[in-house]
C-alpha cells in the first residue's frame, strides 16, 4: 500500500468533508457529512457542516433541520443561528428568523448581516417600534446602506413618523415608496410632484390620476387617464375611473360610453353596470337603463335602489304619455318601498307620494 493511499484512507469524514467544502465540492462534502453524523450522531460540529454543505446544494429544508439539530446539541452556536435565521427570513418565516436573529445578535451586536436580517423581520411582522433602533443602529456602523435607510423609512412612516422618515427614503432613492407614504398620510398635495417627474407607465399614470382626483384636479385627471387609456385600452379599472370622471364632470354621454365599455369588458362585474344605468336614466335612454337594471337583476345583484329607479323610469314613461299603464310604476314603488325598510327616508317619501297619485288616477281608469 503505497503512503498516499494510505494517508486517503486514514482520513476521517470530517477531514474529507472540511477538504470538498474547502474546494466548493458540495456533494461531496455532503456524503462525507453524512458519514460522519452516521458515525458520530451526537457530533454538533457534523450536524452543522452537514447542513451547511446543503445550503450551497440549496437543499434549503434538509439544511433547516440540520441547523436546529445542530443547536438541539450546542446551544446558542451562533454560525448556527445566523444560518438558520437567514433560511428563516428567506422563506419568509419572520417570527421564526427574528429567534434565531436575536440570539445571534446578542453575541455579534455589530454584525451587519444579522442586524438588518433582524431588522427586516421585525418590519415585516410590523414591529416597527422594534425594527427602529435596529436599524438606526445599522446607520452608525454604515451610514451608507441604501438598503438600511429604506427599511427605516419604511418602518418610520409605518409608526406615523412621516417627517422623519422623509430623508431616509430620499437617501434610498425610494421616491415611490415616498410617494406611496404620501399618499397613505392623505399629503395627496406632495405625492403629486413625485409621480409627476417619474418616467410614466401604466402603474404611474394611475397613481397620478388617482392623486389629482383626490385634489380635485379633474382636468389634468382626464388627461392622465386617456393618456393611460392609450397605454391599456381594454382596462376596466381605467374604463370605470374615466367614465366616473366624465359622469363628475356632467358629461353624462361620454361616460355612459366609458361604463358601456366597461362592462363589455367585464359583463359579470357590476360597478360599471350600475354606473351605466344611472348614466342612462340622466339621459332619459330608458330602454337601456331598464335592459341594465334587469341584468343586474340576473346577476343577483339588485338592491333597493335599482327597484327605485326602475320606479322612477316607469314613471317618466307614464308621465310622456298617459296611454300607458300606471300599474308598472305603482308596482316598482311598492317594490322598493317594501325593500327600503326605512333606509332610504328622501326616497321612500317621494315615492309614497307618487305611489298614491298614481293608485288614484288608476282607480278613475
Known sequence: MTALLFLLLAQSPMDVGMKALDANQWAEAEQAFEKAVTAEPSDYAAHF????????????????????????LKPGLYEAQINLGLLYHRYRKFPEAIEQLKGAAAQKPDDVRTLFHLGDAYRETKQFAAAEPIFRRLLEIDPKLEAV?????????????????????????????????????????????????????????????????????????????TQALKLAPNDYDLRLTYGRLLRDKRQFQPAATQFAAAVNLKPQETAALNELA??????????????????????????????????????????????????????????????????????????????RILEKEAARR
Open 49 to 72: 457542516h452537514l447542513a451547511l454543505a446543503r445550503t450551497f446544494l440549496n437543499k434549503d429544508e434538509p439544511a433547516m433541520a440540520g441547523f436546529r439539530k445542530t443547536l438541539e
Open 149 to 225: 435607510h429604506q427599511g427605516l423609512a419604511q418602518a418610520l412612516a409605518a409608526n406615523g413618523k412621516l417627517d422623519e422618515a422623509v430623508p431616509h427614503f430620499e437617501k434610498s432613492n425610494s421616491w415611490l415608496e415616498l410617494a406611496q407614504a404620501y399618499e397613505d398620510a392623505g399629503q395627496w398635495e406632495k405625492a403629486i410632484p413625485i409621480y409627476e417627474r417619474v418616467t410614466p407607465d401604466l402603474a404611474i399614470l394611475t397613481r397620478l390620476a388617482g392623486a389629482y382626483l383626490r385634489q380635485k384636479q379633474f382636468d389634468k385627471a382626464e388627461g392622465v387617464v
Open 278 to 355: 344611472g348614466m342612462l336614466i340622466s339621459l332619459e335612454d330608458y330602454d337601456r337603463a331598464l335592459l341594465a337594471l334587469d341584468r343586474l337583476k340576473a346577476l343577483n345583484a339588485e338592491i333597493p335602489g335599482h327597484l327605485f329607479f326602475r320606479a322612477l323610469i316607469h314613471d317618466k314613461r307614464h308621465q310622456a304619455d298617459h296611454r300607458l299603464s300606471p300599474k308598472p310604476a305603482i308596482e316598482a314603488y311598492r317594490a322598493f318601498l317594501a325593500a327600503a325598510e326605512g333606509k332610504y327616508p328622501d326616497e321612500e317619501f317621494k315615492a309614497r307620494q307618487r305611489a
